[in-house]
């Protein structure tokens, strides 16, 4: 059974940063491409980044330059380095796996 939880959400000042995580169980992430979705109030859920099995990460345009994904073997996580958080990164983020195992979502609000 492949199941995915993300932790690491919260509240921060723009400018500010946050570490999200997803825990990974059922799969190996260095198998898998792997990756992370958000989806502010109001708006369809949408594709931030990417890490693939060879190890390559791809970003939205949104994100390019100020988050980063990487993973760890050992540990069967994910994770995603936000930095220069924007009152505009404010969503809940998820992780998914398989184009169907999705976690239920961590929510991240940048606001002053």
């Known amino acids: 059974q492949v199941q995915l939880e993300e932790s690491g959400g919260g509240w921060v000042q723009p400018g500010g940063s946050l570490r999200l995580s997803c825990t990974v169980s059922g799969i190996d992430v260095s198998r898998w491409p792997m990756y992370w979705y958000r989806q502010a109030p109001a708006n369809q859920r949408e594709w931030v980044a990417t890490i693939r099995t060879s190890g390559t990460t791809v970003y939205s345009d949104s994100v390019k330059g100020r988050f980063t994904v990487s993973r760890s073997a050992t540990k069967n996580t994910v994770d995603l380095q936000m930095d220069n958080l924007r009152a505009e990164d404010t969503a809940v983020y998820f992780c998914?796996?398989?184009?169907?195992?999705w976690g239920p979502g961590t929510q991240v609000t940048v606001s002053s």
């Open positions: 998914m796996a398989q184009g169907t195992y």
